[in-house]
């Protein structure tokens, strides 16, 4: 299969479509500190939020919700600038394999998931319409309980036909 057929039919999914399971995902990362001698003194475990299978094909997986950025910066003047944001990772799997890893962020205060872009500030904001969808689907699954399209425009962004990834 190719990553443009996989993550067009994630892309084109619904959410009814998806078996959420929450934590444990059993897809741990570990991040070990060292002292000033580089020796270890503690080890950090995180795992994602929640993993999803796609009903049609279980082979399709996801998994959401490792931090990649706990302080994420908007450019301040953008409306979500001065609010608290983080980026996380959503992970796309075929067969158990890692075969995509997308970027979400997590804005206004972590109360929706919008899909990340290069340039915050230029306006209309344009998202190919499988990267948007993409993060969508992510946010009815497994975020916040929130209007996604109504932040989608809030934030200034459209949906265009371009490709993605």
């Keep these: 299969m190719r990553l443009d057929h ?19 995902t059993f897809r741990h990362h570990f991040a070990r500190s060292a002292d000033d001698k580089g020796e270890e003194v503690s080890v950090e475990v995180d795992e ?5 299978s796609f009903a049609p ?5 996801l998994a959401y919700g490792l931090v990649s950025e706990s302080s994420y910066r908007i450019d301040p003047k953008h409306k979500f600038g001065l609010l608290n944001a983080r980026t996380e990772f959503a992970d796309c ?11 979400v962020v997590r804005v206004a205060r972590q109360r929706c998931v919008l899909p990340e872009v290069a340039d915050w500030t230029t306006m209309p904001i344009k ?18 309980l ?12 459209v949906e265009v036909e371009a490709p993605w990834p």
């Design 6 to 24: 996989y993550l067009g039919l994630i892309g084109d999914s619904k959410p009814e479509d998806w078996r959420v399971i929450p934590r444990p």
């Design 48 to 52: 994602h939020r929640v993993a999803m």
């Design 57 to 61: 094909n279980i082979r399709i997986t």
């Design 93 to 103: 799997f075929y067969d158990n394999m890692l075969v995509h890893r997308e970027t």
């Design 127 to 144: 998202v190919p319409r499988r990267k948007a969808r993409f993060a969508k689907l992510i946010h009815v699954l497994a975020g916040p």
């Design 146 to 157: 929130s209007d996604f399209d109504e932040y989608f425009k809030e934030a200034g962004m």
